[in-house]
């Protein structure tokens, strides 16, 4: 593929991401660059796991990985876009604290705060 192709096919797929899910990390935009073909593997994976809504509501999805990625420790940045996808797609504060607190008897209470800290950043 042509470096302008490659440029090309890139841009697109950062623009898709972006209209998916509202976001794109840093780091994904230079493995999309870089290799585009693996990025829209990636993204294609993304679409059926947290991009749509299927059975559960998007929000519902955002909580699943939400808890899983405050119990891993993924920085604060990824927590906020997470908590930001799923309140733009209807989840209330108090519903992302209740999905926040039920993290602590499976996660420990660094797992609850981890998100409680990202949640603070949304919302003052």
């Known amino acids: 593929m042509s470096e302008e192709t490659k440029s ?7 623009a898709e991401a972006i209209k998916q899910r509202g976001y794109i990390y ?3 935009e230079l493995v999309c660059k870089t290799d585009p073909d693996f990025f829209e593997n ?3 994976l993304y679409g059926s796991s ?9 929000k519902v999805k955002e909580f699943v990985a939400l808890g899983i990625l405050a119990y891993k420790g993924a920085s604060t940045e990824v927590l906020v876009a ?4 799923a309140m733009a797609n209807g ?4 519903e992302l ?7 602590t008897i499976p996660g420990g209470a660094p797992t ?7 949640l603070l950043e949304v919302i003052k």
């Open 8 to 14: 090309a096919k890139a841009e697109r797929l950062i």
């Open 82 to 85: 997470h908590i930001k996808r």
């Open 112 to 118: 609850l705060f981890n998100g409680l800290k990202a």
């Open 91 to 94: 989840a209330t504060r108090e």
């Open 42 to 44: 990636y993204n294609r």
């Open 97 to 103: 604290i209740e999905v926040l607190e039920t993290t």
């Open 26 to 28: 840093p780091e994904w």
């Open 50 to 58: 947290l991009g749509k809504g299927g059975v559960l509501p998007i």
